[in-house]
């Protein structure tokens, strides 16, 4: 029981503290995750995080879900999740009761302009991190394939799918160590 108590906290704390996307909340995952709670190697979790960005529905939740999953089963996968979601819920049940009043208000609205920069970093962080341990020909490849997103509409499923393919096949005729 300890465990799903510390998954939930753990969650919760990201949950309340992240602003902006899914994405912004990586650097507290990981310093969760893999600096203070050793759950995962550094490997591991970025691992993780490539499956938790390819499959479907918010990344935070994703994340949540492998990590509760992999530490204690369906019960950490659900205490996780409910650690990352209750924030957000109760944050927006305050809002919708208290501060719809001052949508319109010009420091609301400055305070979250404020905020983006931070989110943008915080997004970026986790990015140049993975960047660091790759060879530089992932980097070349990974520049490429966002081209070929950006600039001819590809869907990045396909792409998502090559790698997966990819990887297994490497694996799969891999002389084994």
């Not at 341990?133 to 998502?160: D, E, K, N, Q, T």
Request: with cysteine; net charge positive.
């Amino acid at each position: 029981m300890k465990i799903l108590l510390q998954l939930f906290w753990a969650f919760f704390k990201i949950g309340a503290f992240t602003f902006g996307s899914g994405y912004a909340m990586i650097p507290m995952i990981e310093k969760e995750v893999v600096d203070r709670r050793k759950w995962f190697e550094k490997d591991d979790f970025y691992d993780q995080f490539a499956l938790a960005s390819s499959a479907p529905g918010p990344f935070a939740l994703n994340t949540a879900v492998f990590v509760g999953y992999k530490l204690k089963g369906w019960w950490g996968a659900l205490f996780a999740v409910m650690g990352a979601v209750l924030p957000s819920f109760l944050i927006i049940l305050l809002i919708a009761i208290y501060l719809t009043g001052f949508r319109g208000n010009r420091y609301v609205e400055a305070a979250f302009k404020g905020i983006r920069p931070a989110v943008i970093a915080l997004i970026a962080v986790p990015f140049i991190n993975m960047l660091k341990r790759l060879p530089w020909y992932f980097m070349v490849l990974g520049c490429a394939v966002a081209a070929v997103i950006c600039y001819l509409g590809v869907s990045p499923i396909w792409f998502i799918l090559a790698g997966a393919i990819t990887g297994i096949l490497v694996t799969f005729f891999e002389k084994p160590r």
